[in-house]
Every structure is written in C-alpha cells, then in structure tokens.
C-alpha cells in the first residue's frame, strides 16, 4: 500500500514540477520522496521505475496521439529509423531509468543517515 501511495505522489509531484522545472526534477522529487517514504532500496528503485515510466511514458503517448504521430516519427528516423511506438517505449524507459535511480538514491541516503532504518534493513 505504501508503494502504491508512494508510486501515485511521485506521478502527481513529478508532473507539477515538471510542469515548471526541467526534467532533471522528476529524480529529485523521487529521491526526496524515498526520504520521506521508508521503503527499502530494492523496492523504491522499482517504485520510482514505475512511476516515471507511467508518467513520462503516458505523456509521450498523449503528445504522440496529438501530433499524429509526427514527431516521434522524426526522432526516430535521426535513431536509425525507429517506429513512433519504440520512441515512446524508449522515452518511458528513460524517465524510468532516472527515477529509480533517484528514488534508490533517496532510500540508501535515509539508510545511511538513520540509524533506525539501518537495523530495521538488516534484520
């Protein structure tokens, strides 16, 4: 449950922020979240793996329908020649990338500082 609220307060913060902020912010926000949140490395890195691709991934996909397509069709000729489709893939899995890393980042920071969260991960 607390992943699921975790996965859900990244999506809805990393979308406000990135709304103002460049895209380096969404691995910020993960990070700090995973501060806030106790969830262990492991899980957090997959938390945040899932929340950036849901939220980068799905507004790729809405910037692609409305475009018709035309812009993931060009970036993916400058890649080789890659379908509308792998772009919004490979744009989901990079934001994915970067978050879990963050939000991994975050979680063995807490780890680290805390001497609490270090017990509770080695029992």
Known sequence: MKTAIYI?????????????FPWWTLPLAAALLALGFRINPGRAFLA????AVLLWGG?????????????ATRMGNLFGGMGPG???LLTALFGGLFSGMG???GSLVRQAFL???????RA
């Open 8 to 20: 859900g307060s990244l999506i809805i913060l990393g979308g406000i922020l990135q709304y103002f």
């Open 48 to 51: 945040g793996f899932l929340g």
């Open 59 to 71: 507004y790729a996909l809405y910037i692609n329908i409305l475009n018709e397509g035309i812009l």
């Open 86 to 88: 792998l772009m919004v």
């Open 103 to 105: 939000a991994w980042t």
């Open 115 to 121: 001497s609490s969260d270090k017990l509770a991960s």
